[in-house]
């Protein structure tokens, strides 16, 4: 029953600072307020309830990043987030190749109920294994955002935001070079002190990555 579509709608708390108790305010990397940035990104890390890690980022930072990034990563992960994808719409989708070829342009969704049922649809399941977010003791929420809203987007190639589960974000680990890992362990050590509570292991970027 999947539903095509994009939708602009107010930030959800989920996707709020927890440490601020407010929508984010400005990029972790440069500072700048992200209401001056075309689109960001925000990235959390749950662990039950809890938020353990949290970030908003700004558009050019997060360019900048990607490109730190090895190609080989970047490769590796949007071709492994693009199969698995593929294998979930083929379950849900009755003629999902039918839908592929059909649409060519995304429906904007205006109805503020009908958008929070796309948004819910991209937040409640891991976008790489299907599993409810409800049954998952650790995973990770990205989305991305323009102004102060939401951008909840659905086509049949990919959605945003999105939510990955503890157990496929191990599965990445082995996809992710040596050299991304020593580039994320960077951004960690320059923006987070000390060694975190949790293992906020490399696999985490890899939504940022493509
Ligand atoms: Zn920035
Ligand atoms: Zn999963």
Redesign the pocket.
């Known amino acids: 029953m999947s539903v095509f579509g994009i939708f602009f709608g107010p930030i959800p708390e989920i996707f709020w600072s927890v440490y601020s108790g407010q929508p984010f305010f400005e990029?972790i990397?440069?500072c700048?307020p992200l209401i001056e940035?075309n689109t960001f990104v925000i990235q959390k890390k749950f662990v039950g309830d809890e938020a353990v890690f949290e970030m908003a980022?700004?558009e050019?930072?997060r360019e900048k990043m990607v490109t730190e990034y090895s190609e080989e990563t970047r490769q590796n992960i949007s071709r492994y987030i693009r199969e698995q994808f593929d294998k979930l719409s083929a379950e849900h989708t009755e003629g999902s190749e039918a839908a592929l070829t059909q649409i060519t342009e995304l429906r904007q969704i205006e109805d503020p109920e009908e958008g929070a049922a796309l948004l819910e649809q991209c937040i409640e399941y891991c976008i790489v294994c299907g599993a409810k977010r409800a049954d998952c003791h650790r995973y990770s929420l990205t989305g991305l955002c323009r102004d102060e809203e939401i951008v909840a987007q659905v086509t049949p190639i990919g959605r945003t935001p999105l939510m990955v589960c503890d157990k496929c974000e191990s599965g990445m680990s082995d996809l992710v070079s040596q050299q991304t890992r020593d580039s994320w362990d960077r951004f960690m050590a320059r923006h987070f002190d000390g060694p975190p509570g949790v293992e906020i292991d490399s696999p985490t970027t890899y939504p940022i990555a493509f």
Do not use: L
């Open positions: 990029c990397e440069c700048v940035s980022m700004c050019r930072c």
